[in-house]
Nanobody, 120 residues
Framework: QVQLVESGGGLVQPGGSLRLSCAASGSMFSIYGMGWYRQAPGNQRELVATISNGGISNYSSLVKGRFTISRDNAKNTVYLQMNSLRPEDTAVYYC??????????????WGQGTQVTVAS
């Protein structure tokens, strides 16, 4: 059974930084794309950033230039470095991964979410 476990959320002042981590574990053939999404109260879940297994990244225009996504394929882990944080970045951040779990089956998996709060 595949699990995604996130860590690194918390409370930070505006202008500060946080680094989120998400590690995948369990029975996996391979991991394809990985990414981060977020959901603020009253809002729909939105894409923050994605990264392919080859390292090609894509960002929401809301975070481009401030956030950096990276991954360590040897550790089955994806990271999100968040700099110059703003109050509007406050949300629950979710990790996502597309994982091949059998020779004929690929599925999307989600982490449990980690709260990021930006406030003075």
């Amino acid at each position: 059974q595949v699990q995604l476990v996130e860590s690194g959320g918390g409370l930070v002042q505006p202008g500060g930084s946080l680094r989120l981590s998400c590690a995948a574990s369990g029975s996996m053939f391979s991991i394809y794309g990985m990414g981060w999404y977020r959901q603020a109260p009253g809002n729909q879940r939105e894409l923050v950033a994605t990264i392919s297994n080859g390292g090609i990244s894509n960002y929401s225009s809301l975070v481009k230039g401030r956030f950096t996504i990276s991954r360590d394929n040897a550790k089955n882990t994806v990271y999100l470095q968040m700099n110059s944080l703003r109050p509007e970045d406050t949300a629950v951040y979710y990790c996502n991964a597309r994982i091949k779990v059998a020779w004929d089956h690929t599925d999307d998996f989600w982490g449990q979410g980690t709260q990021v709060t930006v406030a003075s």
